[in-house]
């Protein structure tokens, strides 16, 4: 947001000389990149500039069916290996991402429109973690708590999300492998890019044929994935609608399920918090990622006492906040994913409007080619409001008040999500008893938006179900 | 015909929200032992009634899944004690139930009690075995503890009308869920009559709801209700239960597919963890830690 202050800095943008892309891509099927059946593709772009970054395949339900098969093929000897030799190729995965980290990390941003700073300071070491975690399990499951000698599942069809691609990848083929299930992943359609490059790390660290297949396409491909006959397991991060299809899809099956969904967490703030720590704690919350979080603090529910104080610093903040090349160093804010999210945004920010709600936004000059949203900042807002109510998925948040603890409380709870929440308080009492009364999944008290792989993430109620992450992470891919 | 005398036959009824209500429907069928005899009219639950057992059960989850893990071990307990006075009533129950033998049936009602003692002693067990302590990398102090699901709908299992009951009904309200009970549709007394010891055990009234009468007719509105957080399918037949796991992803209810089971085994955790949610509560430590201090 160029207002001219001393936080001016030059640009100081990223090389992109790292990264090699390819005209085009195919879909990588038992180790091999193979055109689609009828030679359908699609164009990934960047979000920031709508450049067309390159062409991927679009596969039909006959490619889904050609990668289940090669899953189920590579099955019978992955599953069989010992798990001391599972956890090598699990942990060569990791390595060699930790060596690609800084390409991995300008793709990802140029495919994704999100900030360097967060590819290369957030996702990257995220993902390389997961693996070296997960890798320890391969040899240990014994140990797990799930019984003695617990059994793979067989093939795991895994549907992810844009808003985190490569470490989504993450989430679901670490403890998939780790346990000896093999996997047919689909990523989402505007972010390809970073799997196909996976597949990529897959054949350098020498993982036999089969075990990881990448089907590139819309959500057709990934229905087709889903409700393939000879699929064992099934997981998705998405929304929480295509969640509820996918659960009906494999209703009176025998395959598992798990499912991270929406979320529209209670960023909690009382009296008694530190207020620069939460002013830092709800940017992170809300406009991390553009807000294109499930687990985004995107209500901010504060004690009315200080809510002027708090507002008045938030905004300070916010006025500080870059929006802009995401290649940029400097970079806080990047592009929105997509037109399609832009316009979504767009049309929830207006109804927050035309409800009645008050609109702030920073000065802030936004690009003139690709998608990008203002941070955005609603105040008036009522539980009733739908800025209140449904996922934004977007750097919108909206501000509500509370008096009692109580009050937060119910507040915080009154929704059909329950993902993530927030408490800001420097009473451990009062946060201990809050976090006991909030039914969400993550509870981040004087923090927020925090991630580990050894620490489980996943939802209450229509936020989905099932855990990813920790020991917790296992039993998804586990017959327990 | 001289001085025999004529035994006092009880009128069955369900039981929802601690008391004992017919049918709203004003409705019941005709239950009989497995000779065809005549046994009893039990009341043929409606629509209706399943929904007021959604709204005691709803009710009573604040305070049951808020007592001490200590306390519904307790009560749990106390369960198993009720059962063992009035083991007689149920060893008859069962007999003509299921058409076993009298120690054939002794034999199940004993292991029904066994399963509740086993279940009470898990009640403050089971967080330490799937909760714990997340090494997480950074200073954070991070948790992860297993809480209740919420309002657990249960349709329970056909042909094991007490032990299977007890054996997927006790998980559930061990881990401080509340519970809404479909009895088995053609031997549905033994869980009425279980409806009398749990009112007699310290249970909170509304924590067990127990209905009786045709499962194609009620679960489909239990599945499909948006304040049931969860569905065990035990006892619906395979048609049944797709539709009713179709219907439950209306708000993403957890669901127990059903499975063959020998109820006679020791179960496993599976029917505890089955209902319970994971929440990771994480919280900053700063730079000071036990690892790192100097002393």
């Given at each position: 947001m160029a207002s001219a202050s001393a936080f001016e800095y030059a640009p100081a943008p990223e090389s992109r000389s790292v990264v090699d892309i390819a005209p085009s891509y195919g879909l990588f099927i038992d180790g091999e990149f193979t055109d689609a059946t009828g030679g359908k593709v699609f164009k990934t772009v960047s979000p920031s500039t709508e450049e067309v970054l390159s062409e991927v395949a679009e596969a039909s339900e006959e490619d889904v069916d050609r990668a289940v098969k090669a899953a189920r093929k590579a099955f019978e000897r992955w599953s069989a290996l010992p798990g001391a030799e599972r956890a090598k190729y699990l942990f060569r995965i990791a390595r060699i991402i930790q060596e690609r980290s800084r390409e991995l990390a300008v793709l990802e941003t140029l495919d994704n429109g999100k900030p360097i700073k967060e590819t290369r300071d957030a996702d990257l070491p995220l993902i390389a973690a997961h693996f070296f975690y997960y890798a320890g399990w391969a040899d240990k499951l014994d140990h797990?708590?799930?019984?003695?000698e617990p059994r793979p599942l067989g093939v795991a069809g895994q549907v992810i999300p844009w808003n985190f691609p490569l470490l989504m990848l993450a989430w679901k083929i670490a403890p998939a492998l780790a346990t000896g299930n093999t996997v047919v992943l689909k990523p989402a359609e505007t972010t390809p890019l970073s799997a196909l490059f996976f597949a990529d790390i897959c054949r350098q660290a020498g993982l036999p044929k089969g075990v990881v297949n990448i089907v590139t396409g819309d959500g057709r491909a990934g229905a087709a994935l889903v409700a393939h006959p000879d699929v064992n397991k099934v997981a998705f991060t998405g929304s929480t609608a295509v969640g509820k299809a996918i659960a009906r899809t494999v209703a009176g099956t025998r395959k598992k399920l798990t499912l991270e969904l929406g979320g529209k967490g209670a960023n909690i703030v009382f009296d008694d918090a530190p207020i620069d720590q939460a002013v830092e704690g709800i940017v992170n919350g809300i406009f991390f990622n553009q807000g294109q979080v499930c687990c985004a603090g995107s209500r901010l529910i504060v004690q009315e006492s200080i809510q002027d104080e708090l507002l008045d610093a938030l905004k300070r903040r916010l006025s500080t906040l870059r929006l802009g090349d995401?290649?940029?160093?400097?970079?806080d804010i990047g592009a929105i994913n997509s037109a399609e999210q832009l316009a979504r945004i767009t049309a929830l920010a207006d109804a927050g409007e035309a409800e009645g709600a008050e609109r702030w936004s920073p000065a802030c000059e936004l690009p003139d080619a690709g998608y990008w949203f203002a941070p955005t900042l609603f105040t008036n807002?009522?539980?009733?409001?739908t800025i209140a109510r449904?996922?934004?998925?977007?750097?919108v948040l909206s501000v509500l008040s509370f008096r009692t603890p109580d009050e937060a409380v119910a507040k915080a709870n009154n929704t059909q999500y329950g993902l993530s929440a927030g408490i800001w308080s420097e009473k451990g009492s009062r946060i201990l008893a809050v976090a006991s009364k909030l039914r969400a999944g993550v509870v981040w008290s004087n923090t927020f938006n925090k991630f580990d792989p050894t620490s489980p993430f996943g939802g209450y109620k229509e936020s989905g179900f099932g855990r990813e992450g920790g020991r917790h992470g296992l039993e998804a891919y586990l017959d327990v | 015909m001289s001085d025999a005398r004529l035994s006092v036959f009880k009128t069955y009824k369900l039981y929802v929200g601690g008391k004992f209500p017919r049918s709203e429907s004003g409705r019941v069928y005709e239950v009989t032992d497995a000779k065809n005899n005549w046994l009893a009219n039990a009341p043929l639950s409606s629509r209706k009634d399943a929904r007021d057992a959604v709204v005691a059960a709803r009710k009573a989850f604040g305070g049951w899944s808020g007592a001490t893990a200590y306390n519904r071990g307790q009560v749990l307990y106390r369960v198993a004690e009720m059962l063992e006075g009035r083991r007689e009533q149920f060893v008859r129950e069962v007999t003509e139930a299921e058409g076993l033998s009298k120690s054939k049936a002794a034999a199940v009602v004993d292991a029904a009690i066994d399963r509740w003692v086993w279940y009470a002693g898990w009640t403050d067990k089971i967080a330490q075995v799937v909760g714990g302590a997340n090494p997480v990398a950074g200073p954070f102090f991070n948790l992860s503890s297993p809480e209740p699901t919420g309002v657990v709908a249960v349709l329970a299992p056909q042909d094991s009308s007490f032990l299977g009951l007890v054996s997927v009904l006790a998980p559930v309200i061990a881990t401080g869920n509340t519970a809404v009970v479909i009895a088995s549709?053609?031997?549905p007394l033994p869980a009425l009559s279980l409806a009398e010891v749990l009112a007699t055990s310290d249970v909170p009234g509304g924590v067990v709801n127990i209905l009786s009468g045709r499962p194609c007719e009620i679960a489909p509105s239990l599945a499909a209700h948006q304040d049931v957080n969860a569905i065990d399918l035990?006892?619906?037949d395979e048609e049944l239960a797709k539709e009713l796991e179709i219907a439950a992803a209306d708000n993403l209810k957890r669901v127990l597919r059903p499975q063959d089971v020998d109820f006679t085994q020791a179960p496993g955790t599976e029917r505890l963890t089955a209902f319970l949610e994971t929440k990771t509560v994480w919280h900053t430590t700063g730079a000071l830690g036990a690892a790192g201090s100097s002393y």
């Open positions: 797990a708590g799930f019984g003695a995401p290649l940029d160093k400097n970079t807002v009522t539980q009733a409001h449904e996922e934004i998925f977007g750097p | 549709e053609k031997a035990a006892g619906a």
